[in-house]
């Protein structure tokens, strides 16, 4: 993991630099915004217990969802994996140049990546969905 | 223009790609990085299904993933090449006990370069270089630069079906848009992944409110100058990062303001149908609502009448619908609260009860679709806000609803026909505003969720149109090597390339092919998006092209 991580870290770094020599001169790289991490972005369902069925977690079950994806972000096995995942093809943290022509230039970091999941609905009809699922006609959401 | 089967016109565009057609203009790219054996170079055998000739599971990721570039590359215009980053391996199993299957975006964004349309803006990279006419990160597409030149990460997760990862789904290759009952249609998921990563999608958080490069560079995105909240008459550019946020949550107050969108909406878009408070006049209006998984849908003809509060036969002061209820409800409609027991006891209890048709007033802001599961239910189910059910309650009695038709309203848009962007009332990072409102009917492809009525092979709906709003130049049609000028997308959406592809197969011979494509420009002159030259110069094209 912490090879790849430098591979793309070095990438990503060399990218900008090339962009910076290729412009011109380049200003040092501001400090872009900390902004929510990834996870946060993705659409998340767990499969209900009683029903069996896919449904939106609880508060409690999206934060053990999190946690457990970040825990394998981290873990040795998910860094042998031997195709780059998007989070590795992105770099961890926003960098930002300013090119002697005036443009300005932000390579996008993790958080921005769009996730979409899996849900089920009663009928058994699996959609594809964002954040928030809202599905017309075949909802999914199961009072508890 | 929906005269052919979506199948036979898959089989036609593929057909036209192996006789050399060149029909798309804009090139995206593939850059798989996938190792040898697996995700796009999977060699497991494959038959042939839904007009993609693959005989790989490899070979038919390969061909589902480039054709939705190509018909993405064949609507929009770049003279620089498109690249995606892209992987069809499988997800770790952290991600597949998450059910993700799919992770994709746009890589950097620009703004202040050559040729940009407005300054001081954010451009997602691809519209970027198609603006500047030339490559703004130059020969840094591969890996050793971390992919920092490339313009779109897709990555799929092909582990989907396997024994650990979403179990019973499988992705559904066909270019048809036609998937069995357990299929997911990667043509619609991706088509839709890779709209975001052309630039349907803001890059401000709406947490913060605070612009992507803040406090450095504090300029908006060209989305967000385009985001209009009707509340405050202002697009997001011109709000504070705090009223950003409150906007963020504004629902049903914030839409697309770009003519190109709100000009095509309502040759697109069916008439409004929604709950409505009919009486009394002074709270007469629409309601947001959540339909319930069982019993019957709401219509005009079941979810009509006054309102009557479901109060408990226990506890007169327990209107939670978890135990029996007073037979007040009797032929009304019953208004119960969210919580303590499931949406469908609450609506049996109220059957039991006597009542036509419930009401479920959620207990926070928005409304959420209602899960679960009864056929002894005959009665329809619809959920409202907390702030709809309180001022229901506030009124009673004398408070009547119904589901309306208003055929003088756009479903899915505000009065002006702008069109509204997904606003739930909790913010969804990734979802909410950088989405068509789920109100919209028919359903479009850049709606929060990927439905099963989307034909994103023959048609992109309002999306062209946003892109066109953001800056996007469109593509011509071209017959063979013969610009017809044609705007290849139609105001509505349909890619008027697959209409003539579908051509070279209905008419193989020349003079059918281009009696074919004339019968195609008059329906397009028909429908006014084309004028009398622009069918001229079709035919001419078709006449001119060597071989159908």
Partial sequence: MRTMQCVVALGAMAGVLCVSSGAGV???????????????????????????????????????LLAAEQAARQSTAFARSATPTAQQVLPAQRSIVRHANGMVSMQLSQESLSALKAATDAQGKVHVVHDTPVLKAQPQLEEK | MKRTSSLLKAAALS????????????????????????????????????????????????????????????????????????????FPPALCAGNVLAQAGALSIFSNFPHAAKADTWYAVALANSM??????????????????ADIVAQFNGGVGGPACIPGSTWYYGLDNNPPAAGIDFLNTFMHEVGHGLGFANFITETDGLPPAFPDFP??????????????????????????????????KV?????????????????????????????????????????????????????????STAAPGVTDGCGPITPAVAGKIALVDRGICGFAVKTANAQAAGAKAVLIANNAPG???????????????????????????????????????????????????????????????????????????????MEPAITPTLKAATNVDLTAQLFKDIGWPIESLKIHRCDTKVPNVT????????????????????????????????????????????????????ALARKP
Avoid at chain 2, 133 to 149: V, W
Avoid at chain 2, 224 to 251: C, F, H, M
């Fill in chain 1, 26 to 64: 380049a200003e040092p790289a501001a400090s872009p915004q900390q902004k929510q991490p990834a996870g946060l972005n993705a659409m998340r369902v767990v499969r209900d217990a009683a029903t069996g069925e896919l449904r939106a977690p609880t508060t409690e079950e999206l934060q053990a």
């Fill in chain 2, 15 to 90: 057909c036209t790609m192996l006789l050399g057609l060149p029909v798309y203009a804009a090139q995206i790219k593939l850059i798989n990085i996938d190792p040898p054996g697996v995700g796009f170079n999977d060699p497991t055998p494959a038959a042939p299904v839904g007009g993609n000739p693959g005989t790989t599971i490899g070979e038919q990721r390969l061909n589902a993933y480039q054709r939705a570039l190509d018909l993405w590359g064949s609507i929009l215009k770049s003279k620089v090449p498109i690249q995606v980053v892209g992987s069809f391996s499988a």
């Fill in chain 2, 132 to 149: 500047a006419g030339e490559d703004l990160t130059p020969g840094q597409d591969g890996p050793q630069d971390g992919f920092a030149g």
């Fill in chain 2, 219 to 252: 300029y908006p995105d060209i989305y967000e100058r385009n985001t209009l909240d009707i509340s405050l008459g202002k697009t997001w550019d011109q709000l504070t990062p705090a009223q950003i946020v409150l906007s963020a949550t504004n629902t049903g």
């Fill in chain 2, 255 to 311: 839409v697309w303001a770009g003519k190109q969108v709100t000009r095509s909406a309502p040759d697109f878009l069916g008439p409004f149908t929604g709950l409505r408070i009919t009486a009394p006049a002074g709270i007469a209006r629409d309601l947001e609502t959540g339909s319930a998984s069982f019993g019957p849908a709401a219509t005009t003809t079941n979810f009509v009448g006054e309102v009557v509060l479901g109060t």
């Fill in chain 2, 367 to 445: 409304t959420i679709g209602l899960g679960g599961a009864d056929p002894t239910i005959v009665i329809p189910t619809l959920m409202v806000s907390l702030g709809d059910g309180t001022l229901i309650k506030a009124n009673l009695p004398g408070v009547s609803v119904g589901v309306i038709v208003d055929p003088t309203r756009l479903a899915g848009t505000d009065a002006n026909n702008h069109v509204l962007l997904y606003t739930p009332g909790v913010i969804a990072l990734g979802s909410s505003i950088s989405h068509f409102d789920t109100s919209a009917e028919p359903n479009l492809l």
């Fill in chain 2, 491 to 542: 105001p509505v959406g349909d890619i008027v390339s697959v209409e003539v592809a579908q051509c070279a197969i209905d008419a193989p011979r020349k003079l059918q092919f281009v009696g074919c494509v004339t019968h195609v420009a008059a329906g397009l002159l028909k429908q006014r998006y084309i004028d009398l030259g622009d069918a001229a110069r079709m035919v001419v094209c078709s």
